[in-house]
T-cell receptor, first 114, second 116 residues
Framework: KQEVTQIPAALSVPEGENLVLNCSFTDSAIYNLQWFRQDPGKGLTSLLLIQSSQREQTSGRLNASLDKSSGRSTLYIAASQPGDSATYLCAPRGESNSGYALNFGKGTSLLVTP | EAGVTQFPSHSVIEKGQTVTLRCDPISGHDNLYWYRRVMGKEIKFLLHFVKESKQDESGMPNNRFLAERTGGTYSTLKVQPAELEDSGVYFC??????????????FGPGTRLTVL
């Protein structure tokens, strides 16, 4: 059974800082991993999808890395802005079961202060 | 292009009643998924459709939950009878089928279910 842990659970930073969100998972047999953000009362917005064969993916100020063998992924946010405040969720898709289900961590709640 | 839509956005019912949630996936997405988050827990997978066929129901909590996807378009998730522990947010997601396990999943806004 895949267990996903996200550290830290909460983070508060001043605007402009670079920051790293961490995700670890217990079963390294994954197809890929998605990072999402969730704004309060809203759905999940997909930020990045990184395939198991890739080491990193970039989108704007976001960069996700994946070390499949060690069961770790990080989301790097450069030059943080107040609009980045949200909960960030990591979700690997494992090879177990049907292979389609995403497994979620509890998320990191980020607050970027002006 | 419209994203995944869900209806209603919020439902409040009493224990023992029936509720039906609806999900409209992104047009052309053959894969449709249901997930839910109960208070304080992670988002958990419930089930997966490819077109109208259920591929994986391993996350369905019990037989009070029934999901359908007639015609392979929209899907419904019925809870009958609802219990207090069913309260939570129910998310629907969809993805293309062309690359199997490697496609990105797109989520809807969720339906917040409150059972009193």
């Amino acid at each position: 059974k895949q267990e996903v842990t996200q550290i830290p659970a909460a983070l508060s930073v001043p605007e402009g800082e670079n920051l790293v969100l961490n995700c670890s998972f217990t079963d390294s047999a994954i197809y890929n991993l998605q990072w999402f953000r969730q704004d309060p009362g809203k759905g999940l917005t997909s930020l990045l999808l990184i395939q198991s064969s890739q080491r990193e993916q970039t989108s704007g100020r976001l960069n996700a890395s994946l070390d499949k063998s060690s069961g770790r992924s990080t989301l790097y946010i450069a030059a943080s802005q107040p609009g980045d405040s949200a909960t960030y969720l990591c979700a690997p898709r494992g090879e177990s079961n049907s292979g389609y289900a995403l497994n979620f961590g509890k998320g990191t709640s980020l607050l970027v202060t002006p | 292009e419209a994203g995944v839509t869900q209806f209603p956005s919020h439902s409040v019912i009493e224990k023992g009643q029936t509720v039906t949630l609806r999900c409209d996936p992104i047009s052309g997405h053959d894969n449709l998924y249901w997930y839910r988050r109960v208070m304080g827990k992670e988002i958990k997978f419930l089930l997966h459709f490819v077109k109208e066929s259920k591929q994986d129901e391993s996350g369905m909590p019990n037989n009070r939950f029934l999901a359908e996807r007639t015609g392979g378009t929209y899907s419904t998730l019925k809870v009958q009878p609802a219990e207090l522990e069913d309260s939570g947010v129910y998310f629907c997601a969809s993805s293309l089928h062309n690359r199997g396990f490697y496609n990105e999943q797109f989520f809807g806004p969720g339906t917040r279910l409150t059972v009193l």
